[in-house]
């Protein structure tokens, strides 16, 4: 999930602001495309979508953002239609493989395993990165 998520006009007060409402999976193919700079099929394969669906939530993304830059309205983003992508870790002693959710700031050498509390944790999907993929 995105650290901020409301940004308004400076210097309106908030209850005086109209918003418009961004999805997570919305901001993340703004992140995706116009700030990682991907092109649009890589950046639907990392939010495991087709690419025609990419480009109708990037093109609504930046429908909103525009329409809120022009009218100063606030963002805010919220809800929407995704899955967390997961990070998968095995542990070395008993072979037990399980997930945990990106951004919780764990990783395999601060981890002990759920089933029998060994301390060789590695992490086995090495290539994933970013918010998920729509549901």
């Known amino acids: 999930m995105p650290e901020l ?3 308004k006009p400076a210097g309106v007060p908030l ?12 901001m993340e ?3 995706l495309k116009d700030l990682e700079g991907l092109e649009q099929e ?4 990392k939010m ?3 690419r025609p ?9 930046r429908a909103k953002i525009a329409t809120a830059l022009v009218e100063g309205k606030a963002i805010r983003i919220q ?4 899955e967390m992508a997961q990070r998968k870790f095995k542990c070395i002693d008993c072979g037990y493989e399980w997930e945990v959710p990106f951004g919780t700031g764990q990783c395999g050498a601060d981890m002990e395993c759920p089933s029998c509390h060994g301390k060789k944790v590695h992490r086995i999907d090495r290539g994933v990165r970013g918010y998920g993929r729509q549901r």
């Open 42 to 45: 890589a950046c639907a394969e």
């Open 29 to 31: 193919a703004v992140r």
């Open 5 to 7: 998520t409301y940004f």
């Open 79 to 82: 809800g929407g239609n995704f």
């Open 53 to 61: 669906t990419f480009q109708r939530v990037l093109a609504a993304a």
């Open 48 to 50: 495991q979508v087709s």
């Open 15 to 26: 209850r005086e602001l109209e918003e418009v409402a961004l999805s997570v999976e919305e």
